[in-house]
């Protein structure tokens, strides 16, 4: 029996393509004719909502060739805490231009600007993979990550700070990104993927 295809919830042009079983130039053209809402990324790459591929898809009678699959499918799932939207745009255009060029697996991502959030969601969400922001403003720093590698939902999780100057570096990480934040830096601090199996879910 074949293995299912995971489901990312944003879209290349080149992913799109191949779940809706046509070229990547169709699909280029399909978002230029106002057929599917795209938007660009800050690098120029055009990106889909999950939704609204599936919204056009259904309107289009375009088979779709996925399936829904349980949270725990092997889908990496990276939570970001940082005020700047830009540093969640950056790593999710790098994660998702991983995933094009065949890296294995698929990616989940969550975005909040500030910690209350953030504790809210490295419990609900039990991320793989965490991006803190070490410059955070009025925050304990050094007690966000105490928490997090204590924490028994996140203890196994990677955690990589986000800093100006990664000489600025003054707690507990297993890697430092700094800003402006690269995508092959955002490919150093995620690679190879973590062992899921090991972690708690």
Not at 90 to 106: H, P, R, S, T
Not at 180 to 190: D, G, S
Request: aromatic share 4%.
């Amino acid at each position: 029996m074949s293995k299912a295809k995971k489901v990312p919830d944003v879209f290349s042009t080149h992913s799109a393509a191949k779940f809706c079983r046509v070229t990547p130039m169709t699909i280029i053209r399909w978002i230029d004719e106002g057929r599917i809402k795209a938007y660009k990324t800050p690098g120029g790459h055009r990106r889909i909502m999950r939704a609204d591929l599936e919204d056009f898809c259904r309107r289009s009678n375009i088979p779709m060739e996925w399936e829904e699959h349980a949270a725990d499918d092997g889908t990496v799932r990276v939570l970001v805490i940082d005020d700047e939207p830009e540093a969640a745009d950056a790593i999710l255009d790098a994660l998702v231009d991983e995933a094009e060029a065949g890296a294995k697996g698929a990616w989940k991502l969550e975005h909040t600007d500030n910690a209350f959030d953030g504790g809210r969601l490295l419990a609900s969400f039990r991320p793989h993979i965490v991006f803190l922001d070490l410059e955070l403003p009025g925050v304990d720093i050094e007690r966000v990550a105490e928490s997090i590698r204590t924490d028994p939902a996140t203890q196994g999780s990677r955690l990589v700070g986000i800093a100006a100057d990664r000489a600025l570096q003054q707690v507990d990480v297993d890697a430092v990104i700094a800003r402006p934040i690269a995508a092959r830096e955002v490919k150093r601090a995620t690679g190879p993927l973590p062992d899921l199996s090991k972690l708690r879910r």
